[in-house]
Nanobody
Framework: QVQLVESGGGSVQAGGSLTLSCAVSVNTRDPYCLAWFRQSPGKERDWVAWITAGGTARTPDSVKGRFAISKDNAKNILRLQMNSLKLEDTAMYYC?????????????????WGQGTQVTVSS
């Protein structure tokens, strides 16, 4: 269906910025929704942002105003621009694809996942 490969993670000081990328390779049909999730050790995987095929984007309150999701359709790249990073943003970040039923904040509704890229925010 689709292959997802994340990149761009790294270490950054609190208050800094980082941009994550996800290369999207579609084998059959385009997914309806692309999203970013994150997971810290010992915690559940949380939704960070999504964007529909039509370009409608949404983020949760925890990152609203700091994180922005975008999609470069020409290059098939999904991006997550992260600004004003906080210590609690430290996590493994994953991109995910969902084919049917609209976007969701529930990770178990997504059909494909990348391998993840680590983001570490230090003081």
């Amino acid at each position: 269906q689709v292959q997802l490969v994340e990149s761009g993670g790294g270490s950054v000081q609190a208050g800094g910025s980082l941009t994550l990328s996800c290369a999207v390779s579609v084998n059959t049909r385009d997914p309806y929704c692309l999203a970013w999730f994150r997971q810290s050790p010992g915690k559940e995987r949380d939704w960070v942002a999504w964007i529909t095929a039509g370009g409608t984007a949404r983020t949760p309150d925890s990152v609203k105003g700091r994180f922005a999701i975008s999609k470069d359709n020409a290059k098939n790249i999904l991006r997550l621009q992260m600004n004003s990073l906080k210590l609690e943003d430290t996590a493994m970040y994953y991109c995910a694809a969902k084919y049917d039923g609209g976007c969701s904040f529930r990770d178990n509704e997504y059909d494909a996942w990348g391998q993840g890229t680590q983001v570490t925010v230090s003081s």
